[in-house]
T-cell receptor
Framework: AQSVSQHNHHVILSEAASLELGCNYS??????LFWYVQYPGQHLQLLLK??????LVKGIKGFEAEFIKSKFSFNLRKPSVQWSDTAEYFC????????????FGGGTRVLVKP | DAGVTQSPTHLIKTRGQQVTLRCSPK?????VSWYQQALGQGPQFIFQ???????QRGNFPDRFSGHQFPNYSSELNVNALLLGDSALYLC?????????????FGPGTRLTVL
């Protein structure tokens, strides 16, 4: 069965530090990959997505992610975080064999210290 | 433009009872998906509705059922509630069944089963 995994459950860093969150998926066919963010008290919202073309995807709020097919990975990065980036981040995918249902990773809680 | 709305916000039920959760999709969207998010975990796909039919279903028992109305709004029904059904139930809407289309999430309904 297709799955998505996130390496870190919790990340704590200081403002201006760089952030990288790991995401791997298991599926050999066509995938679409997403990063969603949930700020405290808010809805899940889309940061960025990859479905074809340039494997380096830029999203909102300075986030980017790189799709590396050979590593089955879609890691999220931000060069310099702010306190307002404190949130829970979810990697998710849709897999051709499974239609357009989203399969989520377990999430990573990020705490940015001012 | 209203996004995805869900009602109620919170709900407390006892074991064995039945519950109905409601969702109105984002304007212009015709596809509704339901997810269950247990504490500390990523959302898990329950099922998806398009053109008033269940199109996909995740690994949830038949106690979980749903409906989509002609105006694209949707209900999630859970019968014979168990303690383990306590979770945040998320509704997401999207345009058609295209796998790379963004799914927009509502705020969720927090269900507590005592």
């Amino acid at each position: 069965a297709q799955s998505v995994s996130q390496h870190n459950h919790h990340v704590i860093l200081s403002e201006a530090a760089s952030l990288e969150l790991g995401c791997n998926y298991s599926y050999g066919g066509t995938v679409n990959l997403f990063w969603y963010v949930q700020y405290p008290g808010q809805h899940l919202q889309l940061l960025l997505k990859y479905f074809s073309g340039d494997p380096l995807v830029k999203g909102i709020k300075g986030f980017e992610a790189e799709f590396i097919k050979s590593k089955f990975s879609f890691n999220l990065r931000k060069p310099s975080v702010q306190w307002s980036d404190t949130a829970e981040y979810f990697c998710a995918g849709t897999f051709k064999a499974a239609g357009n249902k989203l399969t989520f990773g377990g999430g990573t809680r990020v705490l940015v210290k001012p | 433009d209203a996004g995805v709305t869900q009602s109620p916000t919170h709900l407390i039920k006892t074991r064995g009872q039945q519950v109905t959760l409601r969702c109105s999709p984002k304007s212009g969207h015709d596809t509704v998906s339901w997810y269950q998010q247990a504490l500390g975990q990523g959302p898990q796909f329950i099922f998806q509705y398009y053109e008033e039919e269940e199109r996909q279903r995740g690994n949830f028992p038949d106690r979980f059922s749903g409906h989509q109305f002609p105006n694209y709004s949707s209900e999630l029904n859970v019968n014979a509630l168990l303690l383990g059904d306590s979770a945040l139930y998320l509704c997401a809407s999207s345009l058609s069944l295209v796998s790379y289309n963004e799914q927009f999430f509502g705020p969720g309904t927090r269900l507590t089963v005592l």
